[in-house]
C-alpha cells in the first residue's frame, strides 16, 4: 500500500493553509478535496472581511488565533502580492444602549489586545460617511477586505512548490488505526482506493463532523454536534455610498446584516442568520423586505430597486440557535486519544482570518 506522510482532508482555506505550511516540513503531503477544486464551499461564501477580532470573549481561541491570524494574513498578503484592503470598518449605534454596546467593545477590545478603536460622533460620521445615519461609530482600522480565490491559490502555489500532492475529485470515506497511523479509504470519482499516513487532519468544514464519524476508533463523545446556520447576501447596483465597512450591532448568532466591499468595489448587504436542516444554498427573493428593513436603520436612502439576491453561505456551527458563544474546536491525541489524529471543528467565522494561525497551530502539533 503506498504511504504518505499526513493526509490532509479538505481543501477549504484552513486545509490550504496547513498544507503550505506542514510541507516545509514534511515532504509527503496530501491535500484531498472531495469537490472538483478547492475552495467551492464555505471558502468561497462568505464575506472575505479580514476581521479585527474585536467581540470575542478574551482568551478564546476565537479571539487569539483571529488577532493572530490578522497579522499573518496582512503581512501575507503584501508578501505574496494578494489583492487585498484595508478598509476599515464602522460598528454604528442608533440609541443609548447601543453606544453603550460600544463602549463595552472597547473595554472587550482591550482584553483581547486590540487598542486602535475610536469612537465616532455623529457630526464626525456625518463628514466621514454622508449616507451613514448613526448616533455614533467605532471605528475599526485593522479591519480589510481579501480576494479569497487570489489567496487560496497562493497557498496552494506554496504546498506544491514544497512538494505537497493536491488530489481534487477524491473523497475520504474512511479511515481505520494501526500501529503506524491510519488506513485510509479514498473515493476518486467511483474508483475507491486505499492509502496509510501516519498523520490524519480533519478539516472538512460542514463535513468536519461526518469524516470523524467514519474513523473508527473514535468515541462519539468527541464529536460535537454541527448546526448549519445560513447568511444569505444581496448585491447593490451601482456605485457604493461608502467607503469602509458598516456594521449594525451584533445580534443574536452573526454580526447583523452589514455592509461590505469586494476588491472590485461591489457593494453587498448580508449575512443574516438562518438555522437550516439540509445544506442548501438558495436566496429566497421574499428575504428581500427583512433586508431592507435592517439596512434602511443605517442606510436610509437606500433605493429597493437596487438591491438583487446574490449568493449563500452556511456556517459550520457548535451553537445551536439560542446557545451562547461556542470556540472553534482543534482537537489532537490528548483529548481524543487516537495518535497522529487532528480534528477541527466549528470553523465558522472568524475562520478565513484566523486560517494561518489556525495552520501554524496545527502544525505545531505535529512536528
Ligand atoms: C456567510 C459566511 C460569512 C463569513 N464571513 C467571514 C469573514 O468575513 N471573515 C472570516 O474570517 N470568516 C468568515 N466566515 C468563515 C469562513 O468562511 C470559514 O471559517 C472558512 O472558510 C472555513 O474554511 P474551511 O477550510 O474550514 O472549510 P471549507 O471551506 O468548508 O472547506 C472544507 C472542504 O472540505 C471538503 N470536504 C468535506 N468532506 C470531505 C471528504 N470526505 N473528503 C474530501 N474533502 C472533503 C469540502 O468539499 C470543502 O471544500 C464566514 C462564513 C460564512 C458561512
New binding site residues.
Given amino acids: 500500500m503506498d504511504k504518505v506522510d499526513t493526509i490532509i482532508?479538505?481543501?477549504?482555506?484552513?486545509?490550504?493553509a496547513i498544507a503550505a505550511q506542514l510541507s516545509q516540513f514534511q515532504k509527503n503531503v496530501l491535500l484531498?478535496?472531495?469537490?472538483s477544486t478547492?475552495?467551492?464551499?464555505?471558502?468561497?461564501?462568505?464575506?472575505?472581511?479580514?476581521?479585527a477580532g474585536i467581540y470575542y470573549p478574551q482568551h478564546s481561541l476565537k479571539a487569539e488565533l483571529?488577532i493572530a491570524g490578522k497579522n499573518k494574513l496582512y503581512e501575507y498578503c503584501v508578501q505574496r502580492h494578494i489583492p487585498f484592503k484595508r478598509l476599515g470598518k464602522l460598528l454604528v449605534a442608533h440609541n443609548q444602549d447601543e453606544e453603550a454596546y460600544l463602549q463595552q467593545t472597547i473595554n472587550q477590545a482591550k482584553l483581547n489586545g486590540v487598542d486602535d478603536l475610536e469612537l465616532f460622533s455623529a457630526k464626525q460620521l456625518n463628514k466621514l460617511e454622508p449616507a451613514l445615519s448613526a448616533t455614533a461609530a467605532l471605528h475599526s482600522p485593522s479591519t480589510g477586505i481579501i480576494d479569497v480565490h487570489s489567496y487560496m491559490q497562493s497557498l496552494l502555489a506554496e504546498a506544491e512548490n514544497n512538494q505537497a500532492m493536491f488530489v481534487a475529485q477524491?473523497?475520504?470515506?474512511r479511515a481505520e488505526p494501526n500501529a503506524h497511523g491510519f488506513t485510509v479509504t479514498l473515493d476518486s470519482q467511483g474508483e475507491t482506493s486505499q492509502l496509510a499516513c501516519q498523520y490524519l487532519i480533519n478539516?472538512?468544514?460542514?463535513?468536519?463532523q461526518?469524516?470523524a464519524n467514519n474513523i473508527a476508533g473514535l468515541a462519539t463523545q468527541y464529536i460535537p454536534q454541527l448546526h448549519c446556520?445560513?447568511?444569505h447576501?444581496f448585491s447593490y447596483s451601482g456605485k457604493s455610498p461608502f467607503s469602509q465597512l458598516i456594521y449594525p450591532i451584533p445580534q443574536g448568532n452573526g454580526l447583523g446584516i452589514h455592509a461590505?466591499l469586494d476588491m472590485g468595489g461591489q457593494l453587498k448587504f448580508?449575512?443574516d442568520t438562518q438555522y437550516i436542516d439540509e445544506l442548501e444554498y438558495g436566496v429566497a427573493a421574499n428575504l428581500k423586505p427583512k433586508f431592507l428593513k435592517a439596512i434602511q436603520k443605517y442606510f436610509p436612502s437606500i433605493d429597493p430597486e437596487k438591491l438583487q439576491p446574490a449568493y449563500?453561505?452556511?456556517?459550520?456551527k457548535l451553537q445551536a440557535e439560542y446557545d451562547s458563544f461556542k470556540d472553534f474546536v482543534i482537537q489532537d491525541q490528548q483529548v481524543h486519544g487516537l495518535i497522529g489524529l487532528i480534528n477541527?471543528f466549528g470553523?465558522?467565522?472568524?475562520?478565513?482570518?484566523?486560517?494561518l494561525a489556525i495552520a501554524e497551530q496545527v502544525v505545531k502539533k505535529l512536528i
Fill in positions: 482532508v479538505g481543501a477549504g482555506v484552513v486545509g490550504l484531498i478535496e472531495k469537490n478547492f475552495g467551492e464551499e464555505t471558502s468561497s461564501r462568505n464575506s472575505e472581511v479580514i476581521h483571529c477524491t473523497k475520504l470515506l478539516c472538512a468544514g460542514l463535513h468536519s461526518k469524516v446556520c445560513r447568511g447576501y461590505s448580508g449575512p449563500s453561505g452556511i456556517r459550520p477541527l470553523i465558522d467565522s472568524p475562520g478565513l482570518t484566523s486560517s
